[in-house]
């Protein structure tokens, strides 16, 4: 083997050897500030009022990680939260998506602050089971067991089924409608509530006429993290999808 020969061989394997270190050392980088932020995310829950039963998962996003360390720009960072709880809500996932996130460099490495995310998007999942322990249905003329509410979704619309004593006349309330976010709260809006297969009495039917006109109800959600705000809800067999946004957010304060 020539001379030559050894000597490119020789610096491919250099060349080959210090790409793995750079790889190394970008991966080890953004270990390193996915924990700091992960820290971080574990007390804003707490914040909110929520527990989880592990530390909040962090991913930096972009590549490489060092490069964005030296621009003081990262282009996504994605909190995920497995089945955190608010009080006495249970929720199935929560993910929080940062995107375009500005620290000066270094600070994200070291955990100082602060580190700003110009948006982000956080979506939170409950199941049905949840979300019935959560209705809450206001202006009932006569007493019921908010145990025995039934919820399922078709076609994107939500049925509520609730039996109900009117004037001691017993039946079962079919209430259907679309849950809809105004405000940052979340709304079911019924727009047809009928007694389930029977002709009622007329003292009965009174008290339906006034049902009608009267009932609402509401879906109670979390306390959301980092000032996030409801904007949309998207329903399903399994359950509800919650999708919140805000901006200007500090990650690291």
């Given at each position: 083997m020539g001379r030559g020969r050894k000597i490119g061989i020789g610096l491919l394997v250099m060349l080959v050897l210090l790409l793995g270190l750079v790889i190394i050392a970008d991966r080890v980088g953004a270990g390193v500030a996915e924990d700091r932020i992960a820290q971080q995310a574990a007390d804003e829950l707490k914040k909110a009022g929520a527990t989880t039963a592990s530390q909040p998962k962090v991913e930096i996003g972009g590549f490489p990680f060092l490069t964005q360390v030296l621009g003081g720009n990262y282009e996504r960072i994605t909190i995920t939260a497995d089945k955190p709880q608010s009080e006495d809500i249970k929720l199935e996932t929560m993910t929080i998506v940062a995107t375009d996130v500005e620290?000066?460099?270094?600070?994200?490495?070291?955990?100082?602050?602060?580190?700003?995310?110009?948006?982000?998007?956080?979506?939170?999942?409950?199941?049905?089971?949840?979300?019935?322990?959560?209705?809450?249905?206001?202006?009932?003329?006569?007493?019921?067991?908010?145990?025995?509410?039934?919820?399922?979704?078709?076609?994107?619309?939500?049925?509520?089924?609730?039996?109900l004593d009117l004037g001691g006349f017993k039946t079962t309330l079919v209430a259907k409608g679309t849950i809809a976010v105004a405000d940052g709260k979340v709304d079911l809006k019924l727009s047809d509530i009928q007694a389930e297969g029977v002709n009622l009495p007329a003292a009965a039917q009174r008290i339906l006429n006034t049902i009608k006109n009267r009932l609402t109800a509401s879906i109670r959600t979390p306390r959301m993290p980092y000032t996030l705000t409801i904007k949309s809800v998207d329903t399903s067999a399994d359950g509800v999808k919650v999708t919140a946004t805000a901006a200007d957010v500090q990650l690291v304060s």
């Amino acid at each position: 083997m020539g001379r030559g020969r050894k000597i490119g061989i020789g610096l491919l394997v250099m060349l080959v050897l210090l790409l793995g270190l750079v790889i190394i050392a970008d991966r080890v980088g953004a270990g390193v500030a996915e924990d700091r932020i992960a820290q971080q995310a574990a007390d804003e829950l707490k914040k909110a009022g929520a527990t989880t039963a592990s530390q909040p998962k962090v991913e930096i996003g972009g590549f490489p990680f060092l490069t964005q360390v030296l621009g003081g720009n990262y282009e996504r960072i994605t909190i995920t939260a497995d089945k955190p709880q608010s009080e006495d809500i249970k929720l199935e996932t929560m993910t929080i998506v940062a995107t375009d996130v500005e620290a000066a460099a270094s600070d994200l490495l070291n955990g100082r602050g602060p580190v700003t995310a110009n948006e982000i998007t956080g979506t939170a999942t409950m199941s049905w089971d949840t979300v019935r322990s959560l209705i809450s249905l206001a202006n009932l003329p006569v007493p019921f067991d908010p145990a025995q509410l039934q919820v399922k979704v078709v076609n994107n619309n939500v049925e509520l089924r609730l039996p109900l004593d009117l004037g001691g006349f017993k039946t079962t309330l079919v209430a259907k409608g679309t849950i809809a976010v105004a405000d940052g709260k979340v709304d079911l809006k019924l727009s047809d509530i009928q007694a389930e297969g029977v002709n009622l009495p007329a003292a009965a039917q009174r008290i339906l006429n006034t049902i009608k006109n009267r009932l609402t109800a509401s879906i109670r959600t979390p306390r959301m993290p980092y000032t996030l705000t409801i904007k949309s809800v998207d329903t399903s067999a399994d359950g509800v999808k919650v999708t919140a946004t805000a901006a200007d957010v500090q990650l690291v304060s």
